[in-house]
């Protein structure tokens, strides 16, 4: 009991006591915390242990290494420990050797920690550790690392290292900049339930240069983890020429700053080729408070946006989407701005949605504004979104039969054949949606049409009257849509949309009509004209002039001179096809007019 008394009873690694003489009545030199403790006795005994490692390892539990203490470089060979420790002035690892595995868990780093070309070679854990000054792992290569709720108050500095095998940040709190610049992740990287924070206040001149959390040029080989991320109001986020090789997840992360992610590279790129199946880029459930910008991205597999929630400017510019994606049910808050803008590949025919893109039941609040520029639309859904709140300029929609595949218009994706039973189809794994009603569609014809309208572009706006029109027709069943007004008015004009239509109806009529006549009997000047149906083309020149002479008689008596149909025609029933052809002329040319004064109001003819 005495001897217990004399000795340090720290619990060290595997929970052994530390058994060494008592420095200050407690503890003794390594775990004392007295400030004026004696600096080359501590080394000593470090250096001791160095050479000794008892037990195989080199242990260091919950040593209190005073400031100023500065360790010669090393080459440990066995495993070493350093929990619970306690680093009071710098802690200087820069350029050490680490061949086994190393464990900073629960440590304390009170002032600058230097890790920089450091090599851990095996395993590495640095969880529950805070470093309240700035930290450095520049260029260092880190095996299976772990920084499981690590908290960074100061800078962490990870320039270019090398991290092989798994790394977690899982839950790690940095509190000012976290710059990742160029960092290599051979293995899957966790930054689940991560924490970017900047404290204080900076300067307007800070605030545009400094990046709080910069993975420029990162490369992410396999599955990167950003799940429930929280990036701060003041944090800058940069993505710059990032590389993800595999599959990344963002869900439910929410970004409060500024996003930059230009040129990024991500799933399935060439640097990275992945020998597993690619799922997805997920930003499901992730809230963007700031300017997030998205530029030259090229979307390799599925990019996942439903339930994200916008409350500042979006933009994605000079982005392809190879794969289907989904901004299914994102809210849009009132001073939110998201733009999809292709400006930069030149020509609109290098479609950035080269499958499924899914904007249906959107949330757009007051003011939000939604925009497409310089872009395919011709695989978009965006049933059940309020398009009046969209802008669409300069895009290019899909075309769609509307008229013996003679007359093309201006269609949605969400009607188009080949699409309705993938709207049945969710790719991101969520409850299937069903498939949209009639009148569904025709109220996004409806708001496309006011919105075009608004916009005093009529000829695009009449296309989508059209589809209005014809998703108001298919509704009533597959028999009633064929014997229907609605079909009779298609067949016209086109739903008005066409006066040429209801031309060519009238026309036709007033000419085919005579030459059911001229074979049929009619009374000309008195002469009464029956050509046989048989009859050679011999006297050609005579049949051309009876024809037209009983155009001219056919054209007066069914319009102005119903009084002359006796002397015209003297079967009874002729001259009821004639009353006929009168109130046919009548209605085509009803809908003639209304159609060409239609184009004329509008200003589009």
Known sequence: MAEEQQTCQVEMFRGRACGRPLYDGEKCIC???????????????????????????YDFTRFVFPDGWKPSRMDAKQAVYFDHARFLGEAAFGGFHFRQSVSFEHAVFKQDADFANTKFMTTVGFSHSVFHGAVDFGDAELHNPRFFEAVFAGAAVFIRPAFAGRAQFFRATFEDEADFLGVKFDGEAYFGGARFLRKGQPSS????SEQSANFGEAKFAKWADFDDCRFGPQVRVVFHRAEFGSDASFHKTKFGGWIDARALALPEDTD???KEGVKAIDFSGCTFRGLTRFEGIHFQSEADF????????CEFLACKFAGPLSFQKAQFTAKARCRFDAEFFGEIERAPFAAEADFRYLELDGNARL???????????????????????????????????????????DETSDLRLLLKWNPFGKRPLPAPEYYQMAQLYRDLQANLEQG?????????????????????GWIRRFICMNWAYKLISLYGENFGLSLIWLVSLLLLFPVYLVFDGVFISGEY???????????????KVDYWNTVWTNFSVST????????????????????????????????FIAALRRQFKRKTF
């Open 456 to 476: 005093y572009r009529y000829s695009e706006a009449g296309d989508f009257y059209v589809g209005e029109q014809e998703m108001i027709r298919k509704d009533k």
């Open 371 to 413: 925009t497409f520029r310089k872009v395919s639309l011709e695989r978009c859904l965006f049933l059940e979104t309020d398009v009046t709140k969209c802008e669409f300029v300069d895009v290019r929609w899909p075309r769609r039969s509307r008229l013996f595949r003679l007359w093309w218009k201006r269609a949605v994706a």
């Open 529 to 543: 004209i029956n050509y046989s149906w048989t009859r050679s083309f011999s006297d050609i020149v005579l049949f």
């Open 31 to 57: 775990h004392a915390e007295a400030p004026g403790k004696d600096s080359d006795q501590f080394i000593q005994e470090t250096v001791r242990i160095l050479g000794a490692a008892p037990g195989g390892y």
């Open 306 to 313: 439903q339930h994200v929630i916008f409350d500042g400017q």
């Open 560 to 591: 102005l001179n119903r009084g002359q149909i006796a002397q015209f025609l003297a079967e009874p029933y002729k001259r009821a096809l004639l009353t006929a052809e009168s109130f046919a002329l009548a209605v085509l040319a009803t809908f």
């Open 272 to 274: 990275f080729p992945s």
């Open 205 to 208: 001149n800070e605030a545009k």
